[in-house]
């Protein structure tokens, strides 16, 4: 949702930004893709260079973890049992269940319930890039199809309204999906999209009559 979020507004930002300067319509369309290519690539090594160093974090703390259980097995487990007690568990029982999980998958269970690592959750490089830059993509690509549509006389006009209501049901949809109040996240989206556009709108007229 926010890579998508991101496409559009930065998108929809440019197109009009480039326009209020009168451009013609092939350099904002220009512009356009070329926005959408930067922005998908930012976003793409920003989220592989971020989940990168939490990767890297990660497999530190495994490392660590992996020679402890190698150098005191039994101070490991201990500390596996209590940190079953503090969660409501009987000690004889923590300690057995300490005892059955370490005899499965020592590391697993010390990662999973020590460091909070789930396997299912790890930090995943290169599949955080790509979904980062595939959302900003889809955002981006629909005002630019607005833009490539408009007649020039209007673009200004269509791109503005699309890009807030594309802003507003991407609000409803992930206020739907967390269970917040829809309202709620369709006027924060649609508030602060509105701004950028505008903010870049002015600046773009103004440059353009210095011009």
Not at 63 to 71: P, V
Not at 107 to 114: K, Q, V
Not at 168 to 190: D, E, F, H, K, Q
Request: net charge negative; hydrophobic share 55%.
């Amino acid at each position: 949702m926010l890579g998508a979020n991101d496409g559009i507004v930065s998108t929809a930002s440019l197109a009009l930004g480039v326009a209020a300067a009168g451009a013609e319509h092939r350099t904002i369309l220009l512009s356009c893709a070329s926005g959408l290519i930067a922005g998908a690539m930012s976003m793409a090594a920003g989220e592989f260079v971020s989940v990168h160093s939490q990767q890297d974090t990660e497999n530190a703390d495994l490392a660590r973890e992996r020679a402890e259980l190698k150098n005191d097995p039994g101070g490991e487990q201990r500390e596996l049992a209590g940190l079953y007690v503090a969660r409501g568990l009987a000690p004889a029982l923590a300690d057995q269940v300490a005892a059955q999980l370490m005899a499965h998958d020592a590391l697993a269970a010390h990662a999973r319930d020590e460091l909070g690592l789930d396997a299912a959750a790890r930090a995943r490089p290169t599949q955080a890039a790509l979904a980062s830059a595939a959302s900003f993509t889809v955002g981006a690509a629909l005002p630019m199809a607005v833009a490539a549509a408009a007649a020039p006389a209007q673009l200004i006009f269509w791109v503005a309204l699309t890009s807030l209501a594309f802003l507003a049901a991407l609000g409803t949809l992930s206020a739907w999906a967390g269970g917040a109040r829809v309202w709620g996240g369709i006027a924060r989206v649609t508030f602060w999209g509105a701004a950028a556009m505008a903010v870049t709108a002015g600046v773009g007229a103004c440059l353009g009559v210095v011009a």
